[in-house]
């Protein structure tokens, strides 16, 4: 009895040792699961982000973090406070969306157009006094720099405008969490990427710890400090950008995030032979280390490990284009099959001796047509096997 006391509050400070938990959250409409037993967390100040399908039920875990949506079973925990606490349909706690400090940004922004610019973002410091709230308003009107459209009424600012002026709404009443529903979706690609760069400078400034949900990969890897892949109502992966470009933990990540090519390969004597050469593998580099030597000094040290499988096991390796580099003194030659122009970049097909294809990213300043071959060489400081034999039924194996 003592033990399982113990152990259940061992659980419970676990689950407060961050400041947003979310627990098992569960969230049906009538029989259908749409979130299924979502659990992550979130450290002060940091940028979460649910990346997924239409469909996949991002928004349902973003309604039900607000409050907007009952669970059928979780926790929500933000910044000590438990703010849903739900066991399989027994509410103990379910604290309502507006006790829940909180802010939301909308896709369409949901601005109010007959008040102004300051009367907007000021909507939510109703409970402030006259000087701090007008305060307050200069304050996030500078943040956004829109300052000088203080007095103007909605309809007569640019749709990015409008964007930023609902982020500072959302910001002005320093919310515990703030929550963003695809909030570029009406922005042309052009100013996407460039808010989303300013969006997360404004979070990072003001230590705001948030969760952005969207179906494009480009945004929320200009955001995020973590991802989190939603899958069919599951979370796939919730992992670092880099983590989830270079070790994704399934093939369906491995697909639905960047490019690349999948190449046969199979163990022998610890490293694995492919069309590229072998690749062996090397130990996990101390990170500061690392991050001074470029990667052929790092590879040229040569120490290596063998690979846990069996020898004559057949592998499918994850090439990504940034881990075939072209070098024309290289005794390796692929066929370029097909280019993309990329601006900074072409974006290579290349096929191997044996008929593969791999990507590659080369510098537009080496102009090499379709046809010609050329020189490169394969630097791949993650390695990412998926076990060829059971590649179709989603299984892999990580190094
Ligand atoms: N109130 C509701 N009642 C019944 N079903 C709902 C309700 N809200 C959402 N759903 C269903 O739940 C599933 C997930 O919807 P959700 O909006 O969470 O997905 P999403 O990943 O955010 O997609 P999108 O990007 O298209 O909004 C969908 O099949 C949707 O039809």
New binding site residues.
Partial sequence: MVNSMQSTSAQQSQLNSHYLTLDNLIVS??E?E?VKSLSMQLEQGEIGCLL??????????LRAIAGLETPQNGKVILNGKTLTDINQGSIKIQVVPAKRDMGMVFQDYALFSHLTVSENIGFGLHRWNKADKAARIKEMLELVELSEHANKRINQLSGGQQQRIALARALAPKPDLLLLD?PFSNLDMMLRESLAAKVRDILKRTNTTAIL?T?DQHEAFAIADKIGV?HKGKLAQWATPDELYHEPNSPFIAEFIGEGAMIDGIIEQGVIKTALGDIKRYPEPIHSHYHEMDYETYFAQGEVCEYDFPNGTKIKVLIRPDDIVHDDHSPQMAMVVERVFRGANFLYRLRLENGEEVLSLISSHHDHPVGSMIGFRPLMAHVVLFQGSELDVTTWQRI
Avoid: D, N, P, R
């Fill in positions: 409409f009538g259908t749409v997924g399908f239409s469909g996949c039920g991002k928004t349902t875990a695809e949900v179906h939603m």
